[in-house]
């Protein structure tokens, strides 16, 4: 069978170039600048919530977590929560206001949490935790098979995946829920990896914190993540993830668990928090 | 003028029509070129100090555009946004080139266009593929034959 060379190629896509060229209208740079801003402010506006909320109003969402006794993310669409006070977006003060500036939306929720391993379930992964009480087996290169890396404890389970692009390349990540059984219990993390034929790990969105037999473990900055529940992608990049001060299982009451909803962003090196209470402490 | 803006006004034609070629349909290239300029100025401290940050800019297109491509989703709210009018392009009786990729494999398809529109080489879209070289090769190779089926008329014109 035939195949055109080279310079027959290039002579017809050369032409196609040319004839496609003359329609293109490029919307503009400043459209591109302005739409950037937009999100860029944006970005900025819901850490400054986040600050906010953790300096001035954290006993009122402990009541208000506490009250809430779900154990899921709410269901797009999304509204704005105790956790998420309305707040006027600060003024640019570098640039004067575009004359067409796009419409400030609220991310939606795009993508859900999914149980099990998905096309992770053969995946090698290297792992890596900050957590002293993870098993030195559940860190370095881990080995899945259908999810699970280990016969007994400690194990390593992968328990949920979730499909969002985090970093803005326009590709996919894909969300792990990590579980390092020790015990009954064990450290959790919430990992970005790209895909592939060899995944690696992106980065760790976040990770519990130590427990103890009473189900939670205070650092000394105080009480930090213990469980890390469901969590949801938002269509600007974002994950948004319920988290608990403490395991309940095992005789612990369900409800001695405080629940927050943390959102957390990539910045091209790690991830940051950037929405949401950063702290349990009352 | 910023650089960003020379930047823009030197690459967002080639970007956009790489990315009809791939999909067949220049308003969707164009809103997707678009949204990937967008995304590269949002990070351009950084971008400008690659050797090709137009690189990084095709990368996104593509990556949208495949996106899209499967499930199509945030491209139609993008474009009731951003699209002020219809858009004009070249009807696929007129580019004949667009009708015959559309029916390759997508990969065969990203790799003839990267190769013969964007003059990225064998080894380079081997890197962004993150597959061997030969198997770049191999899809230049069934990619060219497959055309040549389609655009024997053509290549008499061309040649």
């Given at each position: ?135 030195p087996a559940c860190s370095g290169a881990v080995t899945f098979a259908n999810g699970v890396s280990g016969v007994s404890t400690p194990s ?127 | ?29 164009q809103d997707i070129a678009q949204e990937a300029f967008t995304r590269a100025v949002m990070r351009w401290e950084k971008l400008r100090s ?43 009786d007129r580019v004949a080139l667009a009708r015959a990729l559309a029916t390759l494999p997508e990969r065969h398809r990203r790799a003839v ?47």
């Open positions: 069978m035939t195949e055109f060379h080279d310079t027959d190629l290039r002579g017809i896509f050369s032409d196609f170039a040319d004839t496609a060229s003359r329609y293109v209208r490029p919307p503009g740079a400043d459209l591109a600048q302005r739409q950037a801003r937009v999100r860029i402010r944006n970005r900025r506006v819901l850490a400054t919530v986040a600050a906010a909320v953790a300096l001035l109003v954290p006993s009122g969402i402990i009541v208000a977590t506490q009250m809430n006794g779900s154990n899921s993310l709410p269901q797009p669409p999304t509204t704005p929560g105790p956790t998420a006070p309305t707040v006027t977006p600060p003024s640019p003060t570098a640039t004067p206001s575009p004359t067409a500036s796009p419409t400030t939306e609220p991310p939606e929720v795009v993508a859900q949490a999914v149980q099990g391993p998905g096309e992770l379930a053969n995946a090698k992964l290297t792992l890596s935790w900050t957590n002293p009480h993870a098993s390593v389970h992968i328990l949920s995946t979730m499909k969002l692009d985090v970093d803005g390349d326009g590709a996919e990540e894909i969300l792990a829920k990590i579980f390092c059984q020790t015990s009954e219990a064990g450290p959790l993390q919430l990992v970005a990896i790209r895909p592939g034929p060899n995944p690696t790990i992106l980065g760790v969105v976040v990770e519990s914190a130590d427990f103890d037999g009473n189900g939670r473990l205070d650092p000394p900055d105080g009480p930090g993540i213990v469980v890390i529940n469901d969590y949801v992608g938002l269509s600007d990049g974002t994950i948004r993830v319920e988290v608990a001060d403490r395991f309940t299982c095992c005789g612990i009451p369900v409800d001695s668990a405080l629940r927050q909803e943390r959102t957390y962003a990539w910045d091209g090196s790690s991830f940051v928090q950037v929405d949401g209470p950063t702290t349990f402490l009352e | 003028m910023d650089d960003f803006t020379d930047f823009y006004a030197a690459q967002f034609h080639g970007v956009t029509v790489q990315v009809f070629a791939y999909t067949g349909d220049l308003p969707l290239a690659y050797d090709d940050p137009a690189a990084w800019v095709r990368r996104v297109a593509f990556n949208l555009a495949a996106s899209r491509w499967r499930r199509g989703r945030i491209a139609a709210a993008y474009v009731r946004r951003q699209r002020a009018e219809h858009v004009e392009g070249p009807s696929p266009i990267l190769h013969y529109l964007a003059d990225m080489s064998i080894a380079d879209i081997a890197r962004q593929e993150n597959v061997p070289a030969n198997t770049v090769k191999s899809w230049l190779h069934r990619a060219r034959t497959e055309l040549a089926a389609q655009l024997g008329d053509l290549r008499e014109v061309s040649s």
